[in-house]
């Protein structure tokens, strides 16, 4: 190779300056952007500058170049050789600046970098902080949820509770330490005769009847730290005293220390008077067999008496002393004959006939045959009948006899006042499918204390002479024979439960007949 | 922490010299060096160290963006730059170093400006003076470099305001 052709120099030189200056300004645009996308961020600052600075250079540098070539071509040399230095000194003066901007650069960058450092600290810090808050917010939003969904669940408690204790049929309580009661439910003023509203404040001692029972009750509580069924005797407003079974907790403070204790009573009356009743329904079974044994042994010696006193009656004259006595024993073994009748009756020995029956019909029928005797001891006798009483299955004769059982009784219990109110009630309980007649006095009723023997054979209140003492065990032997029951109530409840009254009243229950159940379902 | 010293005292200390150098200038007139002048070969000079400082701040410009570890791809191709530029200063330099080297009569024009040659025998200084006149084919790709470095870190900056 001889020569090296500066023509490709020359034209890679004016091609090359003008892309460069293109190039350059490509590259400030960008530069501008990213400043103005981000003025805070140093980097983009510098990018600017430096750029901006480079297209002057790059500017600067290709004018000189172009013209340099231009002028030459053109035959101006000397005016190039003019211009060179003017050149030649700006493109230095832009590479120092170009150098200094770069340089600058690394103190920008230290003091951008501190910045930076600060701010993403100040930023953890801030974001730290707002999770924080974030947290606290959400915690706060959750906690009134939770406070609320347990208020809500507290309050359904306290309701359910609520309802729990003032709905029991038992007295539920609630005392302190020293047994003064604090809480009493509706039904334990009910039950100790108390009103509801304005009733005094009560203390265990004043409602324990026996005080060895309250000592008993306060020891085992503390001794054990609760009572269990313990059967107690509580006594009334009224002075009276109630069964009562109690069963208690005690109630202890943060200290260990008992504070109280809540305790249910369950009321043992009813529960008493019906083991009473089964009691004496076991004793009149057992009476009634050994009755029956009794009375078929005795008849036949009584029939034979009866047959020889008659055969003699025919061998003497009635006005004879011997004919007077052999009408006494005749009169006196059918007495007898009677009384073993109504034995034979009450332990279901006799046969019976069977059919459907109208408790009203044969109410009717009694009272045709007593109100005679009633009305001459001035007692009135009123009737109320259900209109649609079903029928009952029974033995007509029976029954009737057990309603003249009952009305006599009544009649006695008042023909001591000179005058009385017998009430004949029938009604139908379609619940338990029953026909209930009440036959009900305003006599002197029945004392409690014997009240669990008025259905005893052989006993009686009435003088010697005027009653046998079975006339209520017949009754009870008939009414258990046809399936049904007898209550006594004395004193009496109104119907409409406001006031007592005086009297007793007797309450049969017999079942209504399977067709007319059949019909009434219907 | 330096002290700083009082008004005073500073004006204490410079009374005399504030005395002596009027004094000096006004009597001693031939020894007084107000003003140097250089000679022309000053302005290449100032232009090579102009040169050598730029490809200096470059050099340094590299480093550091490796040293921080800018992420992305913008960063390395401002780094490509950076390596284009400095290698188009040092060839700038030579071509200025070596164009004192290269005689009038070195450079031929049989038939105008642009039929300008480079007369045989070629030896090494007017191979690289040679080179040296195609600086472009550095300095173009550096700028190339430059804008895509650019176009990239605004890209990059947009998709990160995208994600905001």
């Keep these: 190779m001889n020569t090296l052709p500066l023509s490709l120099s020359i034209v890679t030189d004016i091609t090359g300056s003008l892309l460069i200056i293109v190039f350059s300004f490509l590259s400030l645009r960008y530069a501008w952007l990213l400043s103005r996308r981000q003025p805070e961020n140093f980097l983009w600052g510098f990018l600017f500058y430096f750029c901006l600075t480079l297209a002057a250079f790059a500017i600067s540098r290709a004018i000189g170049h172009i013209l340099k070539h231009i002028l030459i071509f053109t035959g101006n040399q000397e005016l190039w050789q003019t211009l060179d230095p003017i050149s030649g000194g700006t493109n230095t003066l832009l590479m120092i600046s170009l150098a200094a901007v770069t340089l600058y650069y690394h103190k920008g960058i230290e003091g951008y970098q501190a910045i930076n450092k600060k701010t993403r600290s100040l930023k953890e810090a801030y974001d730290q902080l707002e999770t924080a808050a974030d947290q606290r917010q959400e915690m706060n939003l959750h906690l009134e949820e939770m406070v609320a969904a347990r208020t809500l669940e507290l309050s359904a408690s306290e309701k359910k509770f609520r309802n729990l204790f003032n709905n029991s049929k038992d007295m539920v309580y609630f005392s302190d330490a020293s047994n003064q009661l604090l809480t009493l439910n509706s039904a334990g003023f009910e039950m100790l005769g108390y009103p509801a509203q304005g009733a005094p404040a009560l203390h265990l001692m004043e409602i324990f009847k026996n005080e060895t029972d309250l000592d008993n009750y306060y020891q085992t509580l503390l001794a054990q730290g609760f009572v269990e069924d313990l059967k107690v005797e509580f006594a009334k407003a009224d002075g009276s005293g109630i069964s009562v079974l109690l069963s208690a907790t005690a109630v202890y403070d943060e200290n260990h220390q008992l504070s109280g204790c809540d305790g249910i009573v369950k009321d043992l009356t009813r529960i008493k008077t019906m083991m009473e009743q089964l009691a004496a329904s076991e004793k009149m079974a057992s009476v009634g067999q050994m009755a029956a044994g009794v009375a078929h042994e005795i008849n036949t010696p009584l029939g034979v008496i009866l047959g020889y006193a008659q055969l003699m009656m025919d061998n003497f004259s009635p006005e004879s002393e011997e004919g007077e006595c052999l009408a006494i024993i005749e009169r006196q073994t059918k007495v007898c004959r009677k009384i073993v009748a109504d034995l034979l009756k009450f332990s279901r020995q006799s046969e019976s006939v069977r059919e459907d029956i109208s408790i009203n019909e044969i109410l009717q029928d009694v009272i045709a045959v007593t109100q005679h005797s009633l009305q001459m001891d001035h007692i009135n006798v009123h009737h109320d009948f259900a209109q649609d009483l079903p029928p009952v299955v029974g033995d007509t004769e029976r029954l009737r006899q057990v309603f003249v059982n009952l009305i006599n009784n009544a009649h006695h219990a008042m023909e001591q006042n000179g005058s009385g109110d017998l009430t004949l009630i029938t009604r139908y309980d379609p619940e338990i499918r029953e026909v209930v007649a009440t036959v009900q006095d305003n006599g002197h009723g029945i004392p409690d204390k014997i009240r669990a023997r008025i259905f005893d054979p052989y006993f009686t209140t009435k003088c010697v002479g005027k009653g046998t003492g079975l006339g209520l065990s017949v009754s009870y032997g008939i009414i258990q024979d046809h399936g049904g029951r007898i209550e006594v109530e004395s004193p009496v409840v109104s119907r409409d439960h406001e006031e007592t009254l005086q009297g007793t009243a007797f309450h049969l229950r017999l079942p209504a007949a399977l067709v007319e159940t059949a019909s009434v379902r219907e | ?164």
């Design chain 2, 1 to 164: 922490m330096q002290m700083l010293q009082s008004p005073m005292t500073l004006f204490k200390k410079l009374t005399p010299l504030a005395l002596i150098l009027p004094m000096a200038l006004l009597l001693l007139p031939d020894q007084a060096w107000a003003l140097q002048s250089h000679g022309s070969p000053e302005g290449i000079y100032v232009h090579q160290l102009a040169h050598l400082f730029f490809a200096a701040a470059l050099g340094y410009l590299f480093w550091d963006i490796g040293r921080n570890s800018f992420p992305g791809k913008g960063w390395r191709y401002l780094q490509i730059f950076c390596i284009l530029m400095i290698l188009w200063n040092f060839l700038a330099f030579s071509g200025h170093w070596l164009g004192f080297h290269i005689a009038d009569s070195d450079i031929l024009r049989p038939s105008g400006y642009f039929s300008s040659q480079i007369m045989g025998p070629i030896s090494t200084i007017k191979l690289i003076y040679f080179c040296a006149t195609l600086d472009h084919l550095l300095s173009l790709p550096a700028l190339i470099f430059l804008f895509l470095s650019l176009r990239s870190l605004y890209h990059s900056s947009d998709d990160k305001e995208g994600k905001k």
